[in-house]
């Protein structure tokens, strides 16, 4: 029987608590066990197990998908960081994509961005962004880790767009309080996020522990 979407968020709910850490492990089969490299079968069978719904995979070349929904928000997830080590896949890319209502800066997404780094904001035309995740296996890290960074991300969606909603309010309230009333109203509709979105994040995000590994910073 198919998990309800809400297991997502009490495995999220499970990661900051450490009096929680047993209902974390009786979401996932083999908790403990240690994963030190990617594939899009272990990733989408875990996305399932934690109550993602709609979950499909794909593998075609150096593309390695796995797409998945919470609800009615379409996710899509990239295998990465497969040339580095021989046979392994070391890194996780998360994307969700948003049409906005009315433009988005620069200046309000790197305001978003340097105040977390649970994920990051990116810019995409004028109406539209995503958020993104990274997650590196390399060295290894077990099942409910995993499965709790998976969950982390798609419960944090939310708070992401509340937060970046504020901050374009706040930063127009003295010199514009009509268009900052507006903005208090802009809309965040999700939309199907394309495969290069996902790469884009992962170039982007694990382009700095990749030159590590290739400059021989290797476990």
């Known amino acids: 029987m198919r998990k309800s979407g809400l297991v997502i968020a009490s495995l999220a709910l499970a990661a900051f608590s450490a009096s929680s850490a047993t209902a974390a492990e009786s979401l996932i089969s083999n908790p403990t066990a240690v994963i030190d490299t990617l594939d899009v079968t272990t990733v989408g069978e875990m996305l399932a197990e934690i109550g993602a719904q709609r979950v499909e995979t794909s593998e075609e070349g150096d593309k390695k998908l796995i797409r998945f929904y919470n609800g009615e928000v379409p996710f899509i997830a990239a295998v990465a960081l497969c040339d580095l080590k021989p046979g392994k896949c070391l890194g996780l890319a998360e994307v969700t994509v948003m049409q906005t209502s009315a433009n988005i800066t620069l200046d309000v997404i790197n305001k978003y961005n340097s105040d977390n780094l ?11 962004l995503g958020f993104g995740r990274v997650v590196i296996v390399d060295g290894g890290i077990t099942r409910q880790n995993l499965a709790i960074n998976l969950a982390g991300f ?22 514009n309080p009509r268009a900052a009333a507006a903005m208090a109203n802009i809309r965040f509709t ?23 590994l290739t400059r021989g910073i290797r476990h």
């Open 154 to 175: 798609v419960v944090g969606i939310p708070e992401a767009v509340k937060q970046l909603q504020g901050q374009l309010t706040s930063s127009l309230q003295r010199s």
């Open 118 to 128: 649970f994920m990051a904001a990116f810019k995409l035309d004028d109406n539209r």
């Open 190 to 212: 999700p939309v199907q996020a394309d495969p290069r979105h996902a790469r884009f994040v992962a170039d982007q995000l694990m382009a700095q522990y990749k030159a590590l």
